[in-house]
């Protein structure tokens, strides 16, 4: 529970494309062409959201976990 607690804060914090993309690819499961479909973005756009989330979220849970 307090994991999860901690991943959600971290979650927020990150900028809203970033988060969004990292929810709907990492979370959910979707294809990047899919998301970004869903964005109004490219593939590609959604991948560097989605590697920008990961390098920050693994920054700053990185000491917590």
Avoid at 34 to 43: K, P, Q, R, T
Wanted: glycine residues 6%; hydrophobic residues 45%.
């Amino acid at each position: 529970a307090e994991v999860r607690r901690v991943i959600t804060e971290a979650m927020e914090d990150l900028p809203e494309q970033q988060r969004t993309a990292f929810r709907l690819f990492d979370v959910e499961g979707y294809r990047a062409a899919d998301v970004g479909a869903l964005m109004g973005h490219s593939a590609a756009s959604v991948r560097s959201n989605v590697y920008h989330a990961r390098r920050a979220l693994r920054a700053r849970l990185g000491p917590r976990l």
